[in-house]
Each structure stands twice: as structure tokens, then as C-alpha cells.
């Protein structure tokens, strides 16, 4: 079965770096595009970006771009996000989800908590 | 702001139906029959309840329903349930460079 799993809670400093993995399995990897959202606390969802894990060929949305990263492995079957540059602002929930068609978003990892702070 | 409008709460009764509303404009929900509608219950993931307007995944209840009227798209649960009270979030597709849209989600109280 399609299962996406996503790596655990971070706590970063403000100007640091995170990297979030989104592993998947239970499909071909290069099949479908994977996408990110992230919800700050007490927020609503936020779209971050997309990547094509044939190719890795990106697409992010207008106010990361220059910010955020999204890579794949291809022998492992995941997708990173790197998010650079943070601020408190960017403290929420990190989501990543297989792509089945243009907004539908099939199979969901569990989240990752990060957390911005001094 | 979010680029969809949503209200940002609703709330119903156990048995009664309620419809939320997704406003975008023709440059999104209205240029392309591509608005899902996902459920998000506290600590939890999002899951698709309708895409394509009115596709309904497998295992998803046919108390949930959708459709699309120019620029606003609704999503429809009939016969509420307890489990229903969620937050529900509509996104639209909105072109190559934009891509998508997201509304700022519905709470909703049974």
C-alpha cells in the first residue's frame, strides 16, 4: 500500500537552514509529482511547491522562491525540502503529499513540526 | 489573505446539510473544473474529499458533494455527523505559473 512518511520535528534558530524528507513507498517513485504545504499554528495551509521526481523539475510558489529547495533520490525514493534563511514566521507544520492529478492530493505524510526560535 | 474566500466558520446540527462556499475569480475556480475540497480533523493530515469539482474518491461518503458556479465553487454535506465537525479547505488550480490557490478553510461545528 501507498505509504508517505515524512522525518521528525525540528527546533532551528533564526537565519539557520532545515531539511525535511518525504519518503514514500508502496508505488513507482517517478510516477507522480509531490507537492508541499505548510500550516502555521493555528492557521490554514499554505502551498509551498512542487516537484517532478522524474526529472526534478520544480515549480514553487512566488514568495519562497529563492528560499526553498526541493530535491529528490531517486535510489531511496524521496523528496527533500530545504527552507532557508528562517524566521520565526516560518514556524508550522510541513506537509508533503503525492500528487494523483492537478489538486488532488491523494496520500499525505504525517507532518513535521518545525519550530523557529532563539 | 487567502486567494480563495471561504467562511471561516459554519456550524450545523446532527442530520441537517450545510454548504460552504469557495470564491476565487476567473483567473482560477472559474477558468478551470479543477477545485478539491479536502477535510482536516485537529493533529491531522489533510485528505481529499472531492477533486475535479465533483469526483468523489472511493471509501470518501456520498454525503459529500460538489459543484461550481462561475467563479465560487461549494461543497455540500448532507445528513451531518458528529465526525463531520473538521476544517475543510478548497484549492483551486490556477494556471502554470501560479499553479494552485487555497482558501483560508471553514470550521465547522456539529
Known amino acids: 500500500q501507498v505509504q508517505v512518511v515524512q522525518s521528525g520535528a525540528e527546533l532551528k534558530r533564526p537565519g539557520a537552514s532545515v531539511n525535511i524528507s518525504c519518503t514514500t513507498s508502496?508505488?513507482?517513485?517517478?510516477?507522480?509529482?509531490i507537492h508541499w504545504v505548510r500550516q502555521a499554528p493555528g492557521q490554514g495551509l499554505e502551498w509551498i511547491g512542487i516537484i517532478n521526481p522524474s526529472g526534478g523539475r520544480t515549480t514553487y510558489a512566488e514568495k519562497f522562491q529563492g528560499r526553498v529547495s526541493l530535491t529528490t533520490d531517486t535510489s531511496t525514493n524521496t523528496v527533500f525540502l530545504a527552507l532557508s534563511s528562517l524566521r520565526s514566521e516560518d514556524t508550522a507544520v510541513y506537509y508533503c503529499?503525492?500528487?494523483?492529478?492537478?489538486?488532488?492530493?491523494?496520500?499525505w505524510g504525517q507532518g513535521t513540526l518545525v519550530t523557529v526560535s532563539s | 489573505q487567502s486567494a480563495l474566500t471561504q467562511p471561516a466558520s459554519l456550524s450545523g446540527s446532527l442530520g441537517q446539510s450545510i454548504t460552504i462556499s469557495c470564491t476565487g475569480t476567473n483567473s482560477d475556480v472559474g477558468s478551470y473544473n479543477l477545485v478539491s475540497w479536502y477535510q482536516q480533523h485537529p493533529g491531522r493530515a489533510p485528505q481529499v474529499i472531492i477533486y475535479d469539482v465533483t469526483e468523489r474518491p472511493s471509501g470518501v461518503s456520498n454525503r459529500f458533494s460538489g459543484s461550481k458556479s462561475g467563479n465560487t465553487a461549494s461543497l455540500t454535506i448532507s445528513g451531518l455527523q458528529a465526525e463531520d465537525e473538521a476544517d475543510y479547505y478548497c484549492f483551486s488550480y490556477a494556471g502554470s505559473s501560479t499553479f494552485e490557490v487555497i482558501g483560508g478553510g471553514t470550521r465547522l461545528t456539529v
Open positions: 503529499a503525492r500528487i494523483r492529478s492537478l489538486v488532488h492530493y491523494d496520500y
Open positions: 508502496g508505488y513507482t517513485f517517478t510516477t507522480y509529482y
